[in-house]
């Protein structure tokens, strides 16, 4: 298959609104890699339309991407070609590296067409936003297979990956789909939560009685423990045992054989609040010495689920029935703090006294739910306090996909009191409607200060924006030291000037409350 063929397909699914287009589309690309019979051709067409690699990261971002050489006037790329020059580029190492992988970056551009440009560009930089997410993608690979779309999206969340769930239905056939089952060893996708802006809320949508369990600023791990063998395995199922020790430590000292568990794993300090989360977060590193940082800073384990324990499979259990395994198997110190109550004043002490404790909130769950592997599931909702921020927006990038031809990724400044100037603190596109690409498109390039670097359009600080964010981060990257965590567009305040915007000793506040 050309890469052509992808990245047409890409495009017009990125420019198509309607889910059942898209999965039509998507369908229709995979029939016609299934008619060829190659399992690796299509889980790597499934990887690239779900935004992935399945290399990870190639060591390729943005500003490799900058300007590329003249595009091919004819096709010649083949998907499975590209995805060997991907691993090629992967596999660069050592002195002089970054020029051989300049060179084998732009030799793979040299080949590529305007639209396969495009399509590589976004791919390789993560902006691949054609909304072919796992849910469409789980449905078109339903679709282009002839199978039902719950046995496919079952497979997927037992399988981990629904590359390789593709692969084989799409080559083998639904009977193919049974080898897809929960598996000590094998890394199952998380189940995620849904969002509640409060806990009566909460309590309304799961049906008057909620089990709250404490929600830790820390990294999510899944422990698999076969005997004394034990895997740690991120959100995003990367293998991460050998940089946590502590928590293979807290594995094993368990009373089990076989064992699958949802925990978190976060950096405390001496009197139990949590540290920044980059603390934790730096143990994920793959150049830390991890005896050394274990010894500075261990990490403590939270287990707040289980999916399999000594032979039997959990996940299809109700909450309340995982809940009273896990009470009776894993030690209080290694458990969160959890109130199972339908009393909206208890749920409000609980998350306040959660928050108190440095936390960021709490996890609402269904005592029903079973546990909805790499779904978004109703039976669980997080809830936390959103906070704003007033900034003002220094510059605009150019969008991909359904956002091209608009200015969309907005830089955001803090106002400096001593100096009238701005402060980066970061970035963002979230939370855009199609409305609002429109009008920033015509504010900004009225607003545009001089000519474009690059895919940047510079604009005068005038416009105020307000967005909501989770937290604030140390960073390198920003003059401030400082950004935004998982910062989203509310709304443009045209009734505050630049004058009335927050200012970096706010955001500084915001940081130091988090430390």
């Known amino acids: 298959m050309q890469l052509l063929d992808v990245a047409t397909a890409s495009t017009e699914v990125g420019a198509s609104s309607s889910r059942l287009a898209k999965t039509a589309r998507i369908a229709d690309l995979l029939h016609r890699a299934g008619v060829e019979n190659d399992a690796k051709q299509i889980a790597v067409v499934v990887s690239w339309l779900s935004g992935e690699l399945p290399q990870r990261q190639i060591g390729v971002g943005w500003a490799a991407l900058r300007s590329v050489p003249a595009a091919a006037a004819e096709p010649t790329l083949t998907v499975l070609g590209v995805h060997t020059r991907f691993t090629e580029i992967k596999a660069v190492s050592g002195k002089g590296s970054q020029a051989k992988r300049a060179e084998l970056v732009a030799s793979l551009f040299r080949a590529a067409t305007d639209t396969e440009q495009m399509f590589l560009r976004r791919l390789l930089s993560g902006e691949l936003r054609q909304g072919a997410l796992i849910g469409v993608m789980a449905d078109a690979v339903a679709k282009a297979a002839g199978v039902p779309a719950a046995a496919v999206r079952?497979?997927?969340?037992?399988?981990?990956?629904?590359?390789?769930?593709?692969?084989?239905?799409?080559?083998?056939?639904?009977?193919?789909l049974e080898q897809f089952t929960l598996t000590v060893g094998r890394p199952v996708g998380p189940m995620l939560a849904q969002t509640a802006a409060g806990v009566a809320e909460a309590l309304d949508c799961l049906g008057g009685t909620g089990v709250f369990e404490a929600k830790l600023d820390g990294a999510r791990v899944q422990i698999h423990r076969a005997g004394d063998s034990v895997s740690i395995y991120t959100r995003s199922l990367d293998d991460v045992t050998a940089r946590l020790p502590e928590v293979v430590d807290a594995a094993l000292a368990l009373p089990v054989t076989t064992l699958i568990a949802d925990a978190e794993a976060i950096a405390l300090r001496p009197d139990g609040r949590p540290h920044r989360f980059q603390v934790t977060a730096s143990r994920f590193g793959r150049s830390v010495d991890i005896a050394a940082a274990a010894a500075a800073q261990p990490l403590s384990v939270f287990v707040f689920d289980l999916l399999h324990v000594d032979g039997t499979d959990l996940l299809d259990k109700p909450a309340g029935e995982r809940v009273a395994v896990l009470d009776a198997l894993?030690?209080?110190?290694?458990?969160?703090?959890?109130?199972?109550?339908?009393?909206?004043?208890?749920?409000?002490a609980f998350l306040e006294t959660t928050l108190a404790a440095g936390h960021e909130g709490v996890m609402a769950k269904s005592p029903t739910a079973l546990y909805e592997a790499g779904r978004r599931g109703a039976g669980w909702l997080k809830v936390?306090?959103?906070?704003?921020?007033?900034?003002?927006?220094?510059?605009?990038?150019?969008?991909?996909?359904?956002r091209t031809g608009k200015l969309s990724n907005i830089h955001l400044g803090a106002r400096n009191p001593d100096t009238g100037e701005f402060v980066m603190l970061g970035k963002t596109f979230k939370g855009m409607t199609d409305a609002m690409l429109e009008w920033q498109t015509a504010r900004f390039l009225d607003l545009a200060d001089g000519a474009a670097d690059g895919y940047v359009v510079k604009v005068r600080p005038e416009q105020v924006v307000e967005?909501?964010?989770?937290?604030?981060?140390?960073?390198?990257?920003?003059?401030?030291?400082m950004a935004l965590r998982f910062a989203r567009v509310l709304?443009?305040?045209?009734?505050?000037?630049?004058?009335?915007?927050?200012?970096?000793?706010?955001?500084?506040?915001?940081?130091?409350?988090?430390?």
Do not use: N
């Open 467 to 481: 967005i909501a964010f989770d937290g604030v981060q140390t960073s390198s990257r920003y003059p401030g030291g």
């Open 154 to 176: 079952r497979a997927a969340m037992l399988g981990g990956e629904l590359p390789a769930v593709a692969a084989a239905v799409l080559t083998t056939g639904e009977a193919a």
């Open 330 to 348: 894993v030690p209080q110190r290694h458990r969160v703090d959890r109130l199972v109550t339908g009393d909206p004043a208890a749920a409000q």
């Open 384 to 402: 936390k306090p959103v906070h704003t921020l007033d900034l003002v927006v220094l510059a605009v990038e150019w969008g991909s996909g359904r």
């Open 491 to 515: 709304r443009y305040r045209d009734d505050k000037s630049p004058a009335d915007a927050d200012t970096i000793d706010t955001v500084r506040a915001f940081y130091q409350g988090g430390s």
